[in-house]
């Protein structure tokens, strides 16, 4: 199967949420950086499994976007899917999914 079947095969599994050829650029505070063949904002847990899950299967190469600090994308974009995680209350670290504390007192 080719790499353009197995993304247009992944869009169609995901439905609407998917954007085709978004530019990294908006979603990193360095502004810059081509498109992502395929971009996801994963508002749950529970979505952002099925993203990852999907990709595995289908063989598409897939990278994890937090905030968007500290991470930079080359001109030629991503071919694959970016998943951005949207909602702060969770976070993953070394692969596995963290609840974010919230600082109290400044601390």
Same mark, same amino acid.
């Given at each position: 199967m080719t790499e353009d079947r197995r993304l247009s095969l992944l869009k169609k599994k995901l439905g609407d949420k998917v954007k085709p050829n978004e530019p990294l650029g908006r979603h990193t505070s360095f502004k810059i950086g081509g498109p992502a063949a395929l971009f996801y904002e994963a508002e749950t847990e529970a979505e952002l499994v099925?993203?990852?899950? !999907?990709?595995?299967?289908?063989? %598409?190469? *897939?990278?994890? !976007?937090?905030?968007?600090?500290? %991470?930079? *994308?080359n001109d030629e974009g991503f071919r694959g899917i %970016?998943?951005?995680?949207?909602?702060?209350?969770?976070?993953?670290?070394?692969g596995k999914r963290k609840r974010k504390r919230k600082m109290e007192n400044g601390k």
């Open positions: 099925r993203v990852v899950e !999907l990709s595995r299967e289908l063989g %598409v190469p *897939f990278f994890i !976007l937090g905030g968007g600090s500290n %991470v930079l *994308f %970016v998943i951005k995680i949207k909602n702060g209350k969770w976070k993953m670290e070394n």
